[in-house]
């Protein structure tokens, strides 16, 4: 399984977007949003089906370590929730996963 992880702080306008975007690329992935918002993310996030982590600390680095500390997969994804980099980029990284510790694209 591949978990993606989405740190996002008022991302409402873009999450359901990105969410989709990854489902869209099949079964496999798991969907984590680490969320610190005051808006609808986290309920967009959960509606698209995601599993929403609510960050207590601050900064895009602490939710990402909570992010790796839940994820269930054996390959870990960072994507940002303003769809910034597009989900269907994800099956071009992870294919140098067997080659490389650490892909960035």
């Known amino acids: 399984m591949i978990s993606v992880i989405i740190p996002t702080r008022n991302e409402e306008e873009g999450i359901g977007k990105v ?46 370590k909570l992010g790796v500390k839940e994820a269930k997969g054996d390959v870990v994804v960072f994507m940002d929730g303003d769809g910034t980099y597009q989900p269907s980029c994800i099956p071009k990284l992870i294919r140098f996963v067997g080659e490389y510790d650490l892909v960035r694209g």
């Open 19 to 64: 969410i989709k975007g990854i489902k869209e690329l099949g079964k496999g992935y798991e969907v984590l949003v680490v969320d610190k918002s005051e808006d609808r993310t986290p309920e967009i996030a959960r509606k698209m089906g995601a599993r929403v982590i609510r960050q207590s600390g601050f900064g895009k680095g602490d939710a990402m």
